[in-house]
C-alpha cells in the first residue's frame, strides 16, 4: 500500500485528492495545523499529524520517514496587499521547509501544487515553454508562487525527485471559500457585474488525478499546465446562473471601472481592517486572458479538460446539497 504526506488536506483540492487516495487504497497521512477544523478529515480513514509548514520542527515531528510521495498542496492565495508577508511565509519559506524536510527524511518523490499565476501578468496562451514572469510582478501571489517554485528546483538540484503541476481555475465539488463565493452571489443575486477577462478552468477530479499521476509517472523537474477549458468570465457567470436557474447576468464590468474599484475597495480596506471585495491584485489579474492548452499534461499524464457545463455543475450541486444554495426552482 503506497504512503502519501498530504499538506492543505482541509483545503478544497486537498480534501478531493485525500479522497481520491483513499479510493485507490493509498495510507494518507494529512498535515493540520493546530486548531484548524478537521471535521471532513475525521470521516474519513486518514492519520493527521499536527504541525506548520512555517514551522520546520514540527514538519520533522509529523513527516513520515521514507514515504512514498509528498503532496505539497498548501497555499496562500491572498490577493489584498496587507497579507503579503503571510503569504511569502506560507508560499515561500513554507515550500523550502517542506523540500528540506522531505530531502531529510527521505522522501521518494515530491508533488508540488502551483498554479498559473507563476507566470505572472503576462498576456497570450501560457504552456509550459512559456517563459516565467512572476518573479517580477507586483502581485505577491504571483511572486510567492513563482518563488516557491524556485524553492522545489533548488531542492531538485540537491537529489529531490520533484514535479510541478500548474492548475488553472479549479472548480467542482467539496468547495466552499474558492469559485464557491461567485457561485454563492449568482444564488442570491448579489454580483454587480463581471470581470472583463477570460480563464482556463479545469475541474478538480482531474486535477486531483493528475496530482497522481505526476506521483507515478511525472518526468523530474517537470511542470505541467492544468487548464484546457477556455472561458470568459461572462460565460463562466452565464452558465452558473443558467444552473442556478436564474434569468439575469450581470453586466461585464470595463476594465477601467473595476482599476477604479478595487484601489477604493483597498483604501477603506485600510480604514477598516476588512480584507476588501475587489482589491487592485485581483482586477489587474482579472484583465488577462490567459489560454492552456494543456497538451503536455494529456500526453504525459493523462489529464482530461472537462466542458465548463458539467464542472459548474458539479460545484453547483454539491452546493446545493450542502445547504449553501436553495435548490432552483
Known amino acids: 500500500m503506497p504512503q502519501a504526506f498530504v ?4 483545503g478544497f483540492v486537498g480534501i478531493n485528492l485525500v479522497d481520491e487516495l483513499i479510493a485507490r487504497n493509498w495510507q494518507v497521512t494529512c498535515l493540520v495545523r493546530r486548531g484548524s477544523n478537521t471535521s471532513l478529515l475525521s470521516r474519513r480513514p486518514v492519520g493527521l499529524a499536527t504541525g506548520s509548514i512555517t514551522d520546520i520542527n514540527s514538519l520533522r515531528e509529523a513527516m513520515p520517514p521514507a514515504v512514498d510521495v509528498v503532496f505539497h498542496v498548501a497555499g496562500d492565495t491572498n490577493l489584498w496587499s496587507r ?3 503571510r503569504q511569502t511565509a506560507n508560499n515561500v519559506d513554507g515550500t523550502r521547509n517542506m523540500c528540506d ?8 518523490r515530491f508533488v508540488h501544487t502551483s498554479t498559473i499565476s507563476a507566470w505572472g501578468l503576462i498576456d497570450g496562451p501560457i504552456t509550459e ?19 516557491a517554485e524556485q524553492e522545489v528546483k533548488q531542492a531538485i538540484a540537491r537529489g529531490l525527485d520533484a514535479v510541478i503541476l500548474n492548475p488553472g481555475a479549479i472548480v467542482g465539488a467539496q468547495d466552499s471559500h474558492t469559485w464557491a463565493r461567485l457561485f454563492l452571489m449568482v444564488a442570491e443575486d448579489e454580483l454587480p457585474g463581471i470581470p472583463p ?13 493528475a496530482h497522481i499521476a505526476a506521483a507515478e509517472k511525472g518526468a523530474t523537474g517537470a511542470n505541467y499546465v492544468l487548464g484546457g477549458t477556455d472561458a470568459t468570465m461572462r460565460d463562466f457567470v452565464a452558465e452558473i446562473a443558467r444552473r442556478l436557474g436564474k434569468s439575469r447576468v450581470p453586466p461585464v464590468v470595463p476594465l477601467a471601472v473595476l482599476k477604479v474599484m ?7 480596506g485600510l480604514l477598516t481592517g476588512r480584507e476588501p471585495p475587489v482589491t487592485p491584485e485581483a482586477a489587474a489579474m482579472a ?14 499524464l493523462g489529464y482530461r479538460p472537462v466542458p465548463l457545463a458539467d464542472m459548474v455543475a458539479d460545484c453547483a ?8 444554495i436553495e435548490r432552483p426552482r
Do not use: M
Not at 477577462?197 to 488525478?209: C, L
Not at 478595487?262 to 477603506?268: C, E, P, S, T
Open 7 to 10: 499538506t492543505g488536506a482541509t
Open 83 to 85: 497579507n503579503n508577508a
Open 101 to 108: 524536510v522531505a530531502l531529510e527524511k527521505g522522501a521518494r
Open 129 to 147: 515553454d512559456t517563459p516565467q514572469q512572476g518573479g517580477a510582478s507586483w502581485i505577491n501571489y504571483q511572486r510567492s508562487k513563482y518563488l
Open 197 to 209: 477577462g477570460g480563464v482556463s478552468f479545469t475541474h478538480v477530479r482531474e486535477v486531483v488525478k
Open 262 to 268: 478595487g484601489r477604493l475597495y483597498a483604501l477603506k
Open 287 to 300: 484583465a488577462k486572458s490567459n489560454p492552456c492548452p494543456s497538451l503536455k499534461a494529456q500526453r504525459e
Open 317 to 324: 450541486d454539491w452546493l446545493i446539497a450542502q445547504g449553501y
